[in-house]
């Protein structure tokens, strides 16, 4: 089974919002910082948002202020709440252990356009 299910992309317009969702299976994933990162067309995969198992978050310099990382240790879940989204966010968006990316899930297409 995969490891790691992402879901909650679509398609919005700029400044619109979209909130992902990122759901473990298996037990490490409360004991370890969890990312989420991006792959953007034509581009290398970036990551953009962590959080450790106390919650302490970081974030890249362009999403910093417009997205919110979370998550549920008890529900093994992490969310990706999004605002103000840009064309610039269009991506495949990916969750995945900071520390550990031996495998990945397929991720969920982000769309920003008019």
């Known amino acids: 089974q995969v490891p790691l299910v992402e879901s909650g992309g679509g398609s919005v317009q700029p400044g619109g919002s979209l909130t992902l969702t990122c759901v473990a299976y298996?037990?490490?994933?409360?004991?370890?910082?969890m990312g989420w990162y991006r792959q953007a067309p034509g581009r290398q995969r970036e990551q953009i948002a962590t959080?450790?198992?106390?919650?302490?978050?970081s974030y890249t310099s362009s999403v910093r202020g417009r997205f919110a990382i979370s998550r549920d240790n008890g529900k093994n879940t992490m969310w990706l709440q999004m605002n103000n989204l840009q064309p610039e966010d269009t991506a495949v968006y990916y969750c995945?252990?900071?520390?550990?990316?031996?495998?990945w899930g397929q991720g969920t297409q982000v769309t920003i356009s008019a």
């Open positions: 995945n252990n900071v520390f550990d990316q031996s495998s």
């Open positions: 298996g037990a490490f994933f409360r004991y370890n910082t």
């Open positions: 959080i450790s198992v106390s919650g302490k978050t």
